[in-house]
């Protein structure tokens, strides 16, 4: 079977969830003996279509532009047995790339009128279009956020539709806390691919599996991506030079605060730890909170603890500029910016029992 990857994403790399996902798609099924070609839009000259119709008149079934299109992409697209559109999310469809893919192949179409499926007009066709499938991730977490792009797909592919991949959250699932979920949905993805090129289609436990959700509650996700955002406005940078700086979301409460500890913990480097760290903060923000760490699991409460193994009083403002690496912890105590009491060997500790 030949299969024609088509990537619209303008990401690439780590950066490109699109990417990602149909590399697993496309391993999947290379490993299930299907030849594989995975072609990267951005990269390719296509132009916009006219709508001259010179391809219904003049040159019946080729178009009048002189481009990738037109000399290379089509006839692949028109030889391919199966073509994955893979495609991010754009206003809840596919993004101008694809959608400008997509509307170059109207030669494949002839000008007459018929009647097609449920009484609508249809165009004639001079050879059957290659079967689909869709791909496409956004960073809502609700799979509904997709239900345009679906609606759309279904209409335009019709029968030939085999599959839609649809993947909520993409961008919260490339966390390292999400290390295990990531693992799960690639090798879903991958199961996927096999599963097309074996059987026509993706079993429904597959695709649970690719959609399932990441276990956060949604006002957590809504929070942890409001921190994100506030932080790469506050800094000045994009998502891609947050991620290539290795910051850390900076936490704005108690609440953001605690939840940025949970998920910066390390059970590896705390599995035989028993303590709990005791914050009091002042300044832009008030209030105490604490962290229990025991059999390499973390808890985070508000209010005081009656015995703490280390207690840390800090302005907020400065032991937020310690955790996300703008000022060094060290530093800051020989200053005495901050004053701490109890287990100094724990504080010695804190870097390896929280990363980024």
Not at 93 to 119: H, S, V, Y
Request: aromatic letters at 8%; a negative charge; glycine letters at 6%.
């Amino acid at each position: 079977m030949k299969v024609l990857a088509l990537n619209s994403s303008p990401r690439v790399g780590a950066d490109s969830k699109t990417e990602w996902m149909l590399d697993h798609l496309l391993q999947g099924m290379a490993d299930a003996g299907a030849a594989v070609e995975a072609v990267v839009l951005k990269d390719r000259k296509i132009k916009l279509c006219r709508g001259c119709f010179t391809c219904w008149t003049k040159t019946p079934g080729t178009c009048i532009l002189k481009d990738d299109m037109t000399s290379e992409l089509l006839p692949k697209w028109m030889a391919a047995d199966l073509v994955v559109y893979a495609s991010p999310l754009y206003h809840y469809t596919f993004n101008a790339q694809m959608k400008a893919f997509i509307e170059r192949t109207l030669p494949i179409l002839e000008p007459f009128l018929e009647e097609g499926a449920d009484n609508r007009t249809d165009h004639s066709l001079r050879s059957d279009p290659p079967a689909a499938v869709v791909l496409s991730v956004a960073g809502f977490p609700e799979i509904a956020v997709f239900d345009q792009l679906s609606a759309y797909a279904r209409f335009l592919f019709r029968e030939t539709l085999r599959a839609e991949i649809y993947r909520p959250a993409a961008e919260s699932i490339a966390g390292e806390y999400m290390a295990d979920k990531r693992d799960a949905v690639a090798a879903a993805v991958r199961r996927a691919g096999a599963e097309l090129i074996e059987n026509g289609g993706i079993s429904d436990d597959t695709m649970q599996c690719i959609t399932q959700p990441l276990g956060e509650d949604k006002t957590v996700f809504h929070t942890l991506g409001n921190l994100f955002w506030k932080t790469c406005i506050q800094e000045k940078v994009t998502p891609k030079e947050f991620q290539e700086k290795e910051m850390t979301p900076r936490p704005d409460s108690l609440e953001t605060y605690m939840l940025i500890m949970q998920l910066g913990f390390n059970p590896g480097a705390a599995r035989e730890l028993a303590a709990v760290m005791q914050f009091t903060f002042s300044g832009s923000v008030t209030g105490q909170c604490y962290l229990s760490i025991e059999n390499g699991a973390i808890t985070a409460a508000e209010g005081l603890h009656p015995s703490p193994q280390l207690t840390i009083a800090a302005p907020f403002d400065i032991w937020m500029d310690i955790i996300t690496g703008k000022a060094d912890g060290q530093e800051m105590f020989m200053q005495q910016r901050y004053r701490v009491e109890g287990d100094f060997n724990l504080l010695m500790k804190l870097g390896e029992i929280f990363g980024r």
